[in-house]
């Protein structure tokens, strides 16, 4: 049942074939990726974040800092693109480390410090532009959003990646925090070190993303809003528990693709603007009501059989 | 000696009383930078006025978040009371339109406390997922403003007795109601102990589900007070209004300020009514000193987490 969002998204990939068999070739099926690949991103970081038991809800503003500072940098000059990258990345990083050390130093609740982190990013970054985006991306900042291949090249490192830590030592320490902080503790998880890093984590894929969607959707001062909600929510669709200590980045990924597959599927049935945001609302209560309902079962409830070995 | 006299008096003061702390220090410095035109009746109305809405939808919020849930469907909520009052008072029909915004939130508000406790969403999604639900029904329906209320009801936003605003009045009333019921009646102590321990409030015979759903309720009802108090300042209703007030992460930071524990089971009104009002001030002083609009949401960010830094540390001493 670990993967069970994936027979939804195979569902929801087959219903829009019916209507749009374009998305069966290859070139329908690779626009597709790409235009999740952002939330994808997003999600994955947010997964680390969500299974050590905290949230991230500065990620939505952090994209929008990255696309605006990056249009102002390069103001369209091609040389500047490397370095701005680097520095794009940084920010991700440092914002990251700042969110992890105020949850974790000074215990302040993690939807606390990052709702501050939102308006402090989103305050900042127009304080500093005069309250809107200038400047222009340059041709090679673009590539990354716009080109199928860089961008489905991007998300594919991605993924793996975030595959790879939750394989490694991290990964187990890190569930083994969001599912009992003093346990772990007490075996010897550095549960500090492990929080941080996870914000670093979510800082630099909202990076990553922020560097995609300034060339997929172009500069603005909305690019980046309610992303945070929609990274949080298709990682529970994944199946991932809010609380933390329960859930996989593979599912997390998929739980975007899914989010993205209903976006695609609402459109093309005409279901467009307005109800798409009912139907879509209706939809995540379900699924993740859905969920809920075998969770019992997860529950150490003692079985007929413990009786004896106890 | 004196030392110690200190350090006890100072671990004796709840988070509500630093907040009031706060709030006084705060219009002491505004006071002196600010000088007459900060004491000026114009002023201090003002900060009633721009206080009221959040103030009563954080009294709400406060509800929900003592039970250890959140509600982050306030906002859009509001836009869709201020239409549904708007609309029905376009005849003339006050009480009408007020019963009808109401019975909306309560519908609003068991739908999330039913979703919450009989299907087992978490808060966050449930409520995240209802406010998409309205939005979506507030975008097909309306383009912009909408109704009309008639004059007499517009007064209750802009009226004022001597230099209290009546909006100002309708929140100390809710503010009052709610710390009468968390204070003074078993629902009160019920919903501290399932924010507490659900557990173990389960386990004394409090039956959790209710609890929770009737918090959920206050919360939207709160919410639909401040629906109807927006529609009577605006004189229609408006299907943004609640979102471009940002009530809803707003009205949770103002509970966390007042010295609500976000994991629920502690802290009470009076820091909520605090902490709206340390808001309200900041933002007065910054509109007297002409400070850049962006820059006060950088410092109201920092205020908010440094707030609660404090409080953690003051807890676990």
Not at chain 1, 12 to 31: S, V
Not at chain 1, 50 to 58: A, K, M, N, Q
Not at chain 2, 124 to 133: E, H, K, P, R
Not at chain 2, 153 to 182: E, H, K, M, N, T
Request: charged share 10%.
């Amino acid at each position: 049942m670990k993967y069970a969002i994936f027979v939804v998204l195979v569902l929801l990939l087959a219903a829009i074939a019916l209507a749009n068999p374009f998305i069966l070739e290859p070139a329908g099926f690779l626009a597709f990726v790409k235009r999740a690949a952002p939330l994808v991103i997003l999600a994955a970081g947010q997964y680390f974040v969500i299974v050590s038991g905290e949230f991230d809800l500065s990620v939505g503003s952090l994209v929008t800092v990255e696309v605006v500072v990056a249009a102002r940098l390069i103001d369209g000059n091609e040389a500047a693109t490397w370095p701005v990258l680097a520095l794009l990345l940084a920010l991700g990083l440092l914002v990251g480390l700042v969110n992890g050390v105020v949850t974790t130093l000074l215990r302040v609740p993690s939807f606390i410090t990052t709702l501050g982190m939102m308006l402090i990013l989103s305050g900042a970054v127009f304080l500093w532009t005069g309250g809107a985006p200038r400047g222009a991306l340059s041709q090679t900042f673009r590539i990354f959003g716009r080109d199928t291949l860089y961008a489905v090249a991007i998300m594919v490192v991605v993924g793996v990646a975030a595959v790879l830590l939750t394989r490694a030592t991290y990964g187990r320490t890190l569930i083994a925090t969001g599912d009992n902080e003093r346990a772990a503790a007490l075996s010897g998880v550095r549960v500090t070190r492990t929080r941080i890093l996870a914000f670093v984590i979510s800082g630099l894929a909202a990076a990553v993303a922020g560097i995609m969607l300034g060339g997929f959707a172009g500069v603005s001062a909305q690019v980046g809003q309610g992303l945070e909600f929609s990274a949080i929510t298709a990682v529970v669709l994944g199946g991932v528990a809010l609380g933390g200590g329960r859930g996989s980045v593979v599912a997390a990924m998929g739980g975007a693709f899914t989010l993205e597959a209903m976006f695609t599927l609402l459109n093309l049935y005409g279901i467009s603007g307005a109800l798409e945001y009912t139907l879509q609302g209706v939809i995540i209560i379900a699924a993740v009501a859905a969920g809920a309902v075998q969770l019992p079962r997860l529950t150490p409830t003692p079985r007929k059989g413990d009786a004896h070995a106890s | 000696m004196s030392e110690r006299v200190l350090g006890s008096l100072s671990l004796r003061m709840g988070p509500a009383q630093v907040v009031f702390l706060a709030l006084l220090a705060v219009l002491v410095l505004g006071a002196i930078v600010g000088g007459a035109e900060f004491m000026s009746m114009e002023t201090v109305v003002g900060i009633q006025q721009r206080s009221a809405a959040l103030g009563i939808v954080a009294i709400g919020q406060t509800l929900a978040i003592l039970a250890g849930s959140l509600d982050l469907s306030v906002a859009v909520l509001i836009s869709l009371t201020s239409l549904v009052a708007a609309e029905m008072m376009e005849s003339g029909n006050v009480a009408g339109g007020v019963a009808g915004a109401l019975a909306v939130s309560v519908l609003v508000g068991l739908v999330n406390g039913a979703v919450i406790t009989k299907f087992k969403v978490h808060a966050f999604i449930a409520t995240l997922g209802m406010t998409l639900v309205i939005k979506g029904v507030l975008d097909h329906l309306y383009d912009g403003p909408a109704g009309r209320v008639p004059d007499s009801f517009q007064r209750l936003g802009y009226d004022r007795i001597g230099p209290i605003p009546v909006s100002a009045l309708l929140w100390a009333g809710v503010a009052l109601a709610v710390w009468f019921i968390l204070t003074r009646t078993r629902t009160g102590y019920r919903i501290y102990a399932v924010g507490g321990d659900v557990e173990v409030a389960r386990l004394s015979g409090v039956r959790t589900d209710r609890v929770v759903i009737i918090t959920h309720v206050l919360c939207s009802l709160c919410a639909g007070i401040a629906g109807l108090l927006l529609a009577s300042r605006l004189g229609a209703g408006a299907p943004t209004v609640g979102t471009d007030g940002g009530y809803d992460l707003e009205s949770i930071a103002a509970v966390v300020l007042g010295g609500t524990a976000l994991a629920g089971g502690r802290g009470g009104v009076a820091g909520t009514v605090g902490g709206v009002l340390l808001l309200a001030v900041l933002d007065s002083l910054f509109n007297l000193l002409e400070v850049n609009s962006f820059f006060k949401d950088v410092v109201r960010g920092v205020v908010i987490v440094a707030a609660v830094a404090v409080y953690v540390r003051r807890r676990k001493s």
